[in-house]
């Protein structure tokens, strides 16, 4: 079945994507930004996870996506206001989730509930169309995409294509 995280997940590469990254990049920070919201959303704390310069005062408690352990790996870049941790492989940033790698593997997964490459090529173009009716500014913006791009659609994404894919 699909669910609200494989809407997310699409929805989230087709805007880095739209945004300049490259195919790589674009599935892990869609990765990222996927478990993030979904971490944020069940308030799951086996992730440390914190926005800097949150206006929340009351975050999850000392939450923090980064891997503060003790290795040399030392890479961050901030994205439109979260600074993420990344390791370079192939001259490409696949960005890190605590430990975890956000990787093509992790990407590959979501691609599976869609059962075919041909469902998954079909959701997909009818979200790139869906993504191209937003301004960049919209899209530069976590808050922003989330409330006018991803929260009025999710459900009847995850609605549809569950018809059409496991119904049909």
């Not at 994507?17 to 996927?34: T, W």
């Not at 996506?65 to 790996?73: E, L």
């Amino acid at each position: 079945m699909i669910g609200r995280f494989q809407v997310m997940t699409i929805m989230q590469y087709k805007r880095f994507k739209k945004l300049g990254f490259s195919d790589i990049e674009s599935k892990s920070l869609a990765i990222f930004f996927s478990t993030f919201y979904a971490c944020l959303k069940n308030r799951h704390l086996a992730y440390n996870v914190k926005i800097k310069n949150s206006r929340k005062k009351k975050s999850n408690k000392n939450l923090e996506i980064f891997n503060n352990s003790n290795n040399n790996n030392d890479n961050r870049i901030n994205i439109f206001g979260i600074e993420l941790q990344y390791e370079k492989e192939n001259n490409e940033r696949i960005f890190l989730f605590g430990k975890e790698r956000m990787d093509d593997r992790k990407f590959n997964n979501v691609l599976l509930r869609f059962k075919t490459n041909e469902n998954f090529q079909k959701c997909l173009k009818e979200i790139r169309e869906y993504i191209d009716k937003f301004p960049i500014e919209i899209l530069q913006n976590h808050n922003k995409f989330f409330n006018k791009v991803y929260k009025p659609v999710r459900d009847i994404f995850v609605e549809k294509w569950n018809r059409e894919i496991w119904n049909g």
